[in-house]
């Protein structure tokens, strides 16, 4: 049985699924407009053909060292309550079928805030991808501000 | 719940709020044969309407209405039936009122009877049928009436509305995209395109904006039975009237100034109004006047609300003020009458000798003010006493776009509402920046206004290069403030967009938005700036309320302030502008025959396009310097800022004049001050007035 197609992306050495479901557009890494104040995970608002997308920085976002400046970088633009969100990764790569039957629990030993955002781990050939949940990604970006 | 009942309960909620106002008017003018047959009118079509969609409660207690109201147009309202039946009729309406809205909530009517309101409505037509039948109803002019009434319209779904505002609000953002674009290139072609497109644009908005137009007196239709039940509680004899109830007002911003109304009627009633012997005392008529009335004046309703009652006596307020610790007793001494009128805004103030259940509880006029200030819109207030009161609320016509300013701070770009800046001054230009403890003050014409630093309140920190050389003054309720700021990019209209929910923890914006050259800006909330300067500052609330203007004295060069004077618009480069003051045309001298103000203990030259007008009024006079010289033009009224590349039509120059442009589709005299700075201008003097 199929769980869909996810979108994988990188974030330094580790790979990630974004369910394309979510996906609206995937573009070269935008200038954003700070917003003072926001939550550090924020890397500002842009100008999507005429919308404004909120940028969040996933490496920031869990807890991963930012990139350096000159990365170039992409963004992956989702759509959530009618809000567009932009997630800056490192790097896009293919689209993957994952079937059900190969999909772990999320470890867990692994750091909390990655089994809060991940719904599971999928064992591919090469390596692990750990799965989002878009809707988790962005709704506990209230908690980090808290924390911080 | 399906569309028809939806549509039933939007339909209803509306008739009875006009069959409440009819029936108050039938109480006053029982011999009103219109009035009744509009009343019956309306409980009929409910009544049928209720039928069909098979809601029998509220059926048979409107049968029971519209048999009273039959009775009485048939037969004329008596005297024993003028006191019972108009009571009797509201009552229905009241309760006809709380069916339909618990047939909104639930989707069916409530389980229960209206016996008693009906055995009301009985009694009352029984009454009406002892009498003889009057003389024949003019039957052919009230069809003639109702048929004209009924104009080619069709309902529309208000999301509908709304959504092709939202997409027009997009299509002006492409519109100054594509203006920005094409700016500085030299493409005649494009550039006449541009202006079709720029033109139908502009119609379009005007369009669409007039579709969600609502006529004002919808969110007064209330307002004469509350008047009508607070004279019968408070033994008051009050007539309400409502003027220019047909002005056309965004059904947004009707939304939100329908409570402040409510609340400045009542308080009318309740502390304004006399009692009939107070009255009488006074050589006053028994029954008090209260006006309700609404115009258009530019891009903006003006709607006041007079009353002729006791007015508000300024050494009460202050003595409230000092009682309550408002602010303080120099203060207090030092405030003239309007600024101590200006108290009755303060949070918590009532002078109401006694809290009735009507008003008086200290929530009151702060909060209507901070309503009317949340949509841009402003409250003002003057009174005599024993003359009474009048309330002056200026409020934006739409709130889907808005004039702001852009504002410098870090390297980065804000906006901020313009109705929020009252002015901008440059720090050195006569007005100078010192510290109390910690805190920085402005000191400006003999006041302290509290200060913040912008990149404080961003958490910017210092940063180098910041120059921090301007302040916004900025006007939030009662409280007045200066924003330090770097500098003014350029004032621009926009439409406002909600920030996304991972943002809504950031009190500090209001929104964000794209600029004409696609950049995404925040907008900064005045409200939440204000409460970044803090409460501890009593001293803004003496401060008058300046001019509201946001214009300065810093700007691009090719930005353009318009004004009307002497019959035409005319135009003056942003740069070149000190400052603008409203001033009283009696404090005008004559200084060898030219027209000249005592300005900061100079004469500063004025240039009058145009008659200087009634000595008793006040004008705004532009003070623009050039070469180190000043001189004044008084206006007749403030038009736009615009910022546009001008093509100047130089075959009508003359000294004074450098010629004509179109801006921002008006055709505009641009004045040159060099002229007129060069031929009567005079320095003016640097030095600040002492505080004293």
């Known amino acids: ?148 | 719940m399906d569309e028809l009942l939806r549509d039933f309960i939007a339909e209803t909620m509306e008739h009875l709020a006009v069959l409440d106002r009819d029936l108050v008017a039938i109480e006053e003018n029982p011999a009103d044969s219109q009035l009744l047959d509009n009343a019956f009118r309306s409980v009929h079509s409910i009544k049928g309407t209720c039928g069909f969609l098979g809601l029998k409660r509220i059926e048979t207690l409107l049968h029971a209405a519209e048999t009273l109201l039959g009775k009485i147009r048939d037969g004329g309202l008596s005297a024993a039936v003028a006191t019972t039946a108009p009571a009797a009729l509201l009552g229905a309406c009241d309760r006809a009122r709380s069916l339909v809205a618990a047939l909104a909530t639930d989707g069916h009517e409530p389980d229960g009877a209206d016996g008693d309101i009906i055995a009301r409505l009985e009694l009352s037509a029984r009454s009406a049928l002892a009498l003889p039948p009057a003389a024949e109803m003019p039957v052919a002019d009230a069809a003639a009436v109702s048929a004209n009434a009924v104009t080619a319209s069709i309902r529309v779904n208000l999301d509908t509305i709304d959504r092709l505002m939202a997409e027009v609000s997009e299509l002006v953002l492409a519109r100054n995209q594509l203006m920005q674009v094409l700016r500085g290139r030299d493409d005649g072609e494009a550039a006449l395109a541009l202006q079709r497109l720029s033109q139908v644009t502009s119609d379009l908005q005007e369009s669409v904006m007039k579709a969600r137009m609502q006529p004002i007196g919808q969110a007064w239709a209330k307002l004469p039975r509350i008047v009508r039940d607070l004279g019968r509680e408070l033994g008051k004899k009050i007539e309400l009237k409502l003027e220019g109830a047909e002005t056309e007002l965004d059904r947004q911003v009707l939304e939100l100034v329908k409570d402040p109304f409510t609340h400045l009627v009542r308080n009318a009633a309740d502390h304004g109004i006399e009692s009939a012997t107070e009255r009488r005392r006074a050589g006053k008529p028994e029954t008090g006047t209260v006006i309700l009335a609404a115009r258009q004046e530019g891009g903006a309703i003006v709607i006041t609300l007079c009353d002729d009652g006791r007015g508000i006596d300024p050494e009460k307020l202050r003595a409230v003020a000092r009682r309550r610790g408002f602010a303080g007793e120099a203060e207090l001494l030092a405030m003239d009458e309007h600024q101590l009128q200006q108290l009755v805004f303060h949070p918590g103030f009532t002078t109401a000798a006694q809290v009735t259940s009507v008003s008086g509880r200290g929530v009151g006029l702060d909060v209507v003010r901070s309503n009317v200030e949340k949509i841009g819109g402003t409250v003002d207030l003057s009174s005599t006493i024993g003359r009474g009161t009048r309330f002056t609320i200026k409020i934006p016509l739409t709130l889907a776009i808005v004039p702001a300013l852009l504002l410098d701070c870090g390297g980065q770009r804000f906006a901020v509402p313009q109705t929020a800046v009252a002015e901008l001054v440059r720090i050195g230009d006569g007005h100078r920046v010192e510290w109390i403890h910690d805190a920085p003050v402005l000191r400006t014409r003999g006041r302290l206004l509290p200060l913040v630093r912008l990149a404080d309140v961003l958490g910017f920190g210092t940063s180098a290069g910041a120059s921090e050389s301007l302040i916004a003054i900025v006007g939030h309720g009662t409280r007045r403030f200066g924003v330090m700021i770097d500098g003014v990019d350029d004032a621009e209209e926009i439409v406002v967009k909600s920030l996304s929910p991972v943002l809504r923890g950031v009190r500090l914006f209001a929104g964000s938005t794209i600029l004409g050259d696609g950049s995404v800006v925040l907008i900064l909330d005045p409200g939440a700036l204000a409460a970044a300067v803090g409460t501890a500052e009593s001293g803004e609330a003496a401060l008058s309320a300046a001019p509201v203007s946001a214009l300065g004295t810093a700007s691009r060069g090719a930005s353009m302030l318009v004004f009307r004077a002497g019959d035409s618009a005319k135009a003056i480069p942003l740069a070149s502008i000190v400052r603008i003051e409203e001033v009283g045309m009696r404090e005008i001298e004559q200084i060898d025959g030219k027209p000249a103000l005592s300005y900061r203990g100079r004469f500063l030259p004025l240039h009058v396009f145009g008659a200087l007008g009634h000595p008793a009024n006040k004008r705004r006079v532009i003070i623009a310097e050039h070469d180190g010289k000043s001189i004044g033009f008084p206006v007749d009224e403030l038009l736009d800022t615009v910022d546009e590349s001008l093509v100047l039509d130089g075959s009508m120059a003359r000294p004074g004049l450098l010629g004509v442009a179109a801006l921002g589709g008006r055709l505009t005299e641009i004045v040159d001050v060099a002229h007129y700075a060069a031929t009567r201008g005079a320095p003016l003097p640097i030095a600040t007035r002492s505080a004293a």
Do not use: C
């Open chain 1, 1 to 148: 049985m199929s769980a869909g197609d996810y979108v994988i992306v990188r974030l330094g050495a580790q790979e990630f699924g974004i369910p394309v479901a979510d996906i609206r557009d995937v573009l070269r890494r935008q200038k954003t407009t700070p917003v003072p104040l926001a939550p550090r995970a924020i890397a500002g608002l842009l100008n999507l053909r005429g919308r404004i997308a909120t940028a969040i920085d996933l490496r920031l976002r869990l807890g991963l060292p930012p990139a350096a400046a000159s990365a170039e970088g992409t963004m992956v633009v989702v759509e959530r309550e009618g809000e567009l969100y932009a997630l800056t990764v490192d790097a896009v790569g293919d689209v993957l079928r994952i079937e059900q039957d190969r999909l772990e629990p999320v470890p867990a030993a692994r750091d909390p805030e990655w089994r809060h955002v991940a719904t599971a781990v999928y064992a591919a050939a090469h390596g692990l991808i750990v799965l989002f949940d878009v809707g988790r990604l962005l709704d506990i970006v209230p908690r980090l501000r808290a924390a911080s």
